[in-house]
């Protein structure tokens, strides 16, 4: 599966030699589309022009190799523009004021800012008003299931880490902030949280491997005053019960009715399974290498066992194949290409596959589409994004304003039920089951929802001004 790009490809053309037009059909001939072309330098001899180029495949070479074998053409330089995008990495960190003379200086730094510490050191929860703890994430992670291109390192996730805070501050005005850590150990990552902690009104968890990623959230959780959230976990679950609501509209089933293949029992599977039961499921079978999940056996994973108790309830033995004859609903969160057409094949005919593996999809959507009633993947180039980053900008923002102590069950079906809300009974069909991340009713229904929920399970420690008395937006699915 590949993913496409843009490239800004600078060229010296020799004009008696080579023309534009054997540019063109060399670009045209390996698969690139021209968006667009600059004259850098007109010579009489020789002009010099970047030809920005479209292409498929970013891994794309036939282009470079083509121009490079012509007559008259010097290639001078390549770029690719998602590779310009991340020059010098994608944030920063910027004062709220300028300090423009000794009396700035003398308060914003000593000694005026002795005093305001004095004040929080006499009573810690002022922090929450005099530093940006009270808006401000750490987005924690130790590199080893990064995307699903599992243990590249801390340093490799950085990139997409910066991501995740650049659209916490888009989406959610949140401040967040990178810690890659350089430790696999659970216990160390527990202690170095805890210990970063004081600067944090919360902690996102992301890509850590499974299984250790539910003892440090668990233990984190219990631990700190401050909501823990491993994104993978239950954001991915959020946004794919949201999604799931909606598609099960379209294709007039309901929950409880749906037999359901999840596939991928890491992070996100287990957590997307638990929340679907959370919901009303009844009939999940949970599939990962080995096959499903069966009562009898025992498993080193204590999230499995629970798991195999409460799913697969015809207690059906084997693997993909055997469980997807006349499944209504496929949930893959496991890796890339591991879905044929002939697993599609025999689903039932109102089938609704979401193939969430990232960057590549349990399957290509153009081979899956002629066989598929509603479509989804977790990526952006593709109708029906099924991703997390519809969940933990708003269950966040909402946690952080009502200075929630936990993120809890009832929380993230609220924050489900808001995300699905945003699609209008009138606009929902199988193209559109899920709002687009650019939609901004998305983060301000789930925060709302979030609020409320947190208010009637008492873990909001703060009622925003803006959510007291203010009668729920959402209606109930
Ligand atoms: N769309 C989204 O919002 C979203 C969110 C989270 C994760 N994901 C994607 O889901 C995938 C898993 O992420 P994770 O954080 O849960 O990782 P993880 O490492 O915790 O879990 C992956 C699980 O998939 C299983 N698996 C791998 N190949 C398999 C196969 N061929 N058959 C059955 N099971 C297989 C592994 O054994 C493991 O249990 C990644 O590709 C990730 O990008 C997508
Ligand atoms: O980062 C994403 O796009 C979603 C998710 O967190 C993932 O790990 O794939
Ligand atoms: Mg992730």
């Not at 000794?102 to 305001?116: F, H, I, K, N, W």
């Not at 810690?179 to 659970?186: A, N």
């Not at 044929?340 to 590549?360: Q, T, Y």
Request: aromatic content about 4%; overall charge negative.
């Amino acid at each position: 599966m590949s993913i496409a790009t843009t490239m800004i490809i600078r060229l010296e053309i020799r004009k008696s030699v080579a023309s534009f037009a054997d540019v063109a059909s060399g670009i045209a001939a390996a698969g690139g589309d021209i968006v667009a072309i600059d004259v850098i330098r007109a010579g009489k001899e020789v002009t010099t022009r970047d030809i920005t180029v479209n292409v498929q495949d970013a891994t794309n070479e036939e282009i470079h190799r083509i121009l490079s074998a012509m007559d008259g053409i010097k290639v001078i330089n390549v770029s690719d523009s998602t590779f310009l995008a991340h020059l010098g990495g994608k944030i920063e960190i910027m004062p709220k004021m300028k300090i423009k003379n000794r009396e700035d200086l003398s308060q914003v730094y000593t000694p005026g800012v002795a005093r305001v510490s004095m004040a929080i050191a006499e009573d810690p929860a002022k922090a929450y008003s005099l530093t940006i703890k009270r808006n401000t994430v750490a987005v924690v992670t130790d590199g080893t299931a990064v995307l699903g291109l599992g243990d590249i390192g801390p340093e490799a996730a950085m990139p997409v880490m910066e991501g995740k805070a650049m659209l916490f501050k888009q989406l959610a005005g949140i401040d967040a902030f990178p810690l890659c850590l350089d430790t696999k150990d659970s216990e160390e990552i527990i202690r170095i949280v805890k210990a970063v902690s004081p600067g944090f009104g919360g902690i996102n968890l992301e890509d850590i491997s499974s299984p250790r990623c539910f003892e440090i959230e668990r233990r984190l959780a219990e631990e700190l005053d401050i909501p823990v959230f491993h994104d993978d976990q239950h954001g991915t679950a959020v946004v794919a019960l949201a999604g799931l609501l909606n598609a099960l509209k379209v294709v007039g089933l309901t929950l409880a009715e749906a037999r359901i293949v999840v596939v991928g029992i890491g992070a996100a599977g287990v957590s997307i399974c638990n929340l679907l039961l959370a919901a009303g499921a009844r009939c999940i079978y949970a599939v990962d290498r080995e096959g499903v999940l069966v009562r009898e056996a025992a498993y080193g994973n204590p999230e499995w066992t629970k798991l195999a108790a409460r799913t697969n309830p015809d207690n059906v033995q084997g693997g993909l194949a055997e469980v997807m004859q006349g499944a209504d609903v496929f949930i893959g969160v496991a890796g890339g290409g591991i879905l044929n057409v002939e697993h599609l094949k025999s689903m039932s005919a109102n089938n609704i596959v979401f193939a969430m593996a990232n960057p590549n999809p349990e399957i290509e959507p153009e081979l899956a589409e002629p066989h598929v009633r509603v479509l989804a993947t977790g990526r952006s180039d593709y109708p029906n994004q099924i991703n997390n980053v519809l969940c933990f900008p708003g269950i966040f923002r909402g946690a952080l304003d009502c200075r929630a102590a936990v993120v809890n069950l009832e929380m993230k079906l609220a924050a489900a039920k808001a995300i699905a809300s945003v699609v209008l009974e009138e606009e929902l069909n199988e193209q559109y089951i899920i709002p687009s991340i650019f939609n901004d009713k998305v983060v301000e229904q789930v925060r709302l929802a979030v609020i409320r929920a947190a208010m009637s399970t008492g873990v909001a420690r703060r009622v925003p001004p803006d959510v007291a008395g203010i009668e729920p937006l959402i209606k109930e699915n």
